[in-house]
């Protein structure tokens, strides 16, 4: 390559956790980024502009919003050849275990093939995918639509795996909708005209069926936000599906405008209206289903709900298939934990890195190897962040200000890299705490959370036994943290004081340093910190892809400077 930088595009870049670790090797020049948050993109453009200086040409980032609108042809032939691909687009696949929810189909979902067609558009000699543990299970897939036919069956030869799909409920007339169903499919009907047309009003309705045991309170307020639909209760369907449907509809709208409740007319509204909410929510996935022509096998009622039989497969097996059938050699094992990488952290994330089989041949892709292998060697809270215990953290945005960082004689590699060679902290803000949230944090010792309170401090919490073990979790100052999503939304204590750990403190746990400095929102920092890669992680991944690449010298290795 003689000294020529490799020309990447970061794609899903969020703030810039990945790519920050490719360009500490100082061998990238980033060329564009696509990112869709605002707030993530001005974080990017204010860390990696730097780097533009140390480019020949000087020339900025391109960067994108929507992955959907860029013409990645047009890129590749403005700058001639791109050698990387990186970025970690979101999935949620499909799964029953969403089936609440009024959508089927994720948004996100077809990121993913976005992705893949900036990699079959642009060519590079290599890529890193980087995305959740689950998406390796072959419960994380795709819905199998016509449009898949020529790419899925034909092109690639997976295999469809058959699935049932529940939409909805029982309820009293399950026989007359599943037959309507099955008609419409025939028929090639427009579900959309059977369903609630004012998306207010059904949240509003949703939302009373929900407050049953409030129920007189609750709809006595929410009458006055009703008054319009109430008054035009006939217009909000532009079609019924059926007489015994329309009947229902139009008792809700006489118990509604009741102005007495006695226990039998309270009964029956509630009945009536989870059968119309339960038969919306059927007919809007099934909605979904024919407006994303997914390919319907059967519907039927099972004992407790309504049912479609579709076909999927797996979004693994379809990425590993078209990767290797864009001729790249892809790692077997994927599955990699930041804390393996001088990462204060225990944070495992799957990550996917195809070559081009010209440059490995018939060898093999592997991951990085673990730098610290040994549990007790990892780097721990203490050692990242409890030089700031003593700095009282900022709670209003706006008085963000540069302070000076206590002076140390002594540090260990990691906060020796963490704290780099700036003098000033920026990003030492907490959300404020509330009376009754400080009160749960002088209980809990290091490493306990939401769970070893007494039940005196659960009451604020409808249902406690959900509330996942993240919560109100006091760090340890004597072990890695666990993964870092975003701090302030779990509530996460500082290991000594009764306090939020901040912007910064999470930062650290993530191996940003001191001069990575975030934008936006309080909030959107915290999210951005927790939905980054690793800037560790992302390097040793880096120096892995470089090694493949034929680029091993002239640059320092992690390894040098993490090692204990």
């Known amino acids: 390559m003689e000294n020529k930088k490799l020309l990447a595009v970061d794609l899903f870049s969020g703030a810039g956790g990945l790519s920050l670790g490719f360009l500490q090797t100082g061998q990238v020049k980033i060329v564009a980024a696509v990112e869709n948050n605002e707030s993530a993109q001005k974080t990017y453009k204010r860390n990696h502009c730097r780097f533009v200086h140390t480019y020949d040409d000087g020339k900025a980032i391109k960067y994108f919003k929507d992955i959907k609108k860029v013409n990645f042809q047009q890129l590749k032939d403005e700058n001639e050849k791109i050698d990387l691909v990186f970025g970690g687009p979101p999935c949620q696949g499909f799964s029953n275990a969403n089936r609440q929810k009024s959508e089927l189909i994720s948004t996100n979902n077809q990121l993913v093939k976005e992705y893949v067609r900036a990699i079959e558009e642009l060519n590079p000699d290599a890529f890193v995918m980087e995305n959740v543990k689950a998406m390796r299970s072959e419960k994380h897939k795709f819905l199998y639509s016509l449009k898949d036919r020529q790419e899925i069956v034909e092109d690639l030869g997976i295999e469809l795996i058959p699935n049932k799909v529940i939409l909805g409920k029982h309820n009293s007339l399950t026989s007359q909708l599943v037959s309507f169903l099955k008609n419409s499919i025939q028929r090639e009907l427009d579900l959309s005209q059977f369903i609630i047309n004012d998306k207010y009003l059904y949240s509003k309705i949703s939302h009373i069926n929900r407050k049953e045991k409030e129920a007189r309170i609750y709809i006595a307020k929410a009458k006055k936000d009703l008054q319009k639909a109430l008054s035009n209760w006939n217009e909000q369907h532009n079609s019924y599906w059926s007489t015994a449907y329309e009947e229902k509809w139009m008792k809700l709208r006489d118990l509604l405008l009741s102005e007495e409740y006695s226990d039998s007319s309270s009964n029956d509204l509630f009945l009536i209206l ?277 680029i091993e010298e002239g640059y320092e290795k992690l390894r040098s400077f993490i090692m204990r």
């Open 274 to 550: 989870n059968e119309i909410i339960e038969i919306q929510k059927i007919l809007m996935k099934m909605n979904e289903i024919q407006a994303n022509s997914i390919v319907i096998v059967d519907i039927l009622s099972d004992h407790k709900n309504v049912c479609v039989k579709v076909q999927t497969y797996g979004v693994m097996s379809y990425l590993i298939s078209k990767f290797k059938s864009l001729d790249y050699v892809i790692n077997e094992d994927r599955i990699i934990n930041a804390a393996h990488f001088g990462a204060p952290q225990l944070r495992e994330r799957l990550i996917l890195i195809g070559v081009k089989k010209s440059f490995v041949g018939e060898g093999s892709v592997v991951l990085p190897e673990s730098i610290i292998k040994e549990p007790s060697l990892y780097y721990n809270v203490e050692e990242a962040i409890a030089d700031l215990e003593d700095l009282d953290p900022f709670t209003i945005m706006e008085e963000d200000k540069p302070i000076d960082k206590p002076l140390l004689s002594v540090c260990n590699p990691l906060l020796q890299y963490l704290r780099g060679a700036t003098y000033k902290l920026r990003n030492h803000v907490m959300t404020e705490t509330t009376n009754t949230a400080l009160e749960r944090f002088k209980v809990l010792e290091q490493g306990q959370n939401f769970h070893d309170l007494d039940e005196a401090y659960k009451q604020t919490y409808s249902n406690p036994g959900r509330t996942q073990n993240t919560v109100y979790l006091r760090l340890n100052y004597k072990t890695p943290s666990g993964t870092v999503l975003n701090a302030r939304k779990s509530m996460w204590i500082h290991p000594r004081k009764n306090r939020a750990i901040s912007i910064r403190e999470a930062a650290r746990l993530q191996t940003f340093p001191d001069d990575f400095v975030f934008e936006g929102a309080k909030d959107s920092q915290y999210q951005q910190i927790g939905n980054a890669v690793p800037p560790l992680l992302g390097r040793a991944v880096a120096e892995q892809v470089l090694k493949y690449l034929g």
